[in-house]
């Protein structure tokens, strides 16, 4: 089964995307020694990205490969640790 590609808004090749100015950002907190919490993560939870993620593992989830219910609201989450 082949992916779809990574939505604009997470490339890893265009600084100016929302998710690789989000791992900057977290990056650089962790540096300083601040306290990353769950508010700081915002990239990944856009509709855009959610609707990428279903079209890329063909409405299943990631994990479980159960599918995804069209009423069901999904969740982009275990990716990252909710709490630092």
Do not use: W
């Not at 590609?5 to 900057?24: H, I, M, Q, V, Y």
């Not at 915002?42 to 409405?59: I, Q």
């Amino acid at each position: 089964m082949t992916r779809t590609d990574c939505p604009p808004s997470l490339d890893p090749n265009d600084p100016d995307a929302s998710g690789p100015k989000e791992f900057r950002k977290i990056r650089d907190m962790l540096a300083n020694g601040e306290t990353v919490k769950s508010d700081d993560f915002s990239a990944y939870g856009s509709r855009a990205v959610r609707e990428a993620l279903r079209e890329m593992f063909h409405g299943k989830c990631a994990y479980c490969e159960s599918k995804i219910a069209g009423s069901q609201d999904t969740d982009v989450e275990h990716y990252r640790p909710r709490r630092a």
